[in-house]
């Protein structure tokens, strides 16, 4: 699925604040302790329902976690866009 040292574009920021909801249900296998109230709570949004109260916080939440795919461990970064970033690798250096 993956190259090692990889930074990867998980959701553009075309699909606004739906963008959540696709991370999770693209990645749900592979972050690494989500709760399954979050998971609940973003999978709505597939839906096009991000009214419920908890949503950012939810979001907020699964942002801080780790990816893992395929042994690489990978954190959460938002620019507009979502980025799953190699453990080691600076997003800010990444990107410039």
């Known amino acids: 699925m993956t190259t090692q ?4 574009l998980a959701v553009d ?12 249900e693209r990645f749900k296998d592979y972050i690494v302790g ?20 908890y949503y950012w ?13 395929d042994g690489q461990a990978y954190y959460i970064y ?6 799953l970033i190699p453990e080691g690798i600076d997003a800010e250096q990444a990107f410039n």
């Not at 920021?13 to 999770?24: E, K, L, M, Q, T």
């Not at 989500?34 to 109260?53: A, C, F, P, T, W």
């Open 5 to 8: 040292n990889s930074i990867l």
């Open 57 to 69: 916080d939810a979001w907020n939440d699964v942002s801080m976690l780790n990816v893992v795919i």
């Open 78 to 83: 938002e620019n507009e866009d979502i980025w």
């Open 34 to 53: 989500m709760s399954e109230d979050d998971y609940q709570i973003l999978k709505k949004g597939i839906d096009r329902d991000v009214d419920h109260e």
């Open 13 to 24: 920021s075309h699909n606004g604040i739906y963008s959540p909801s696709i991370f999770v």
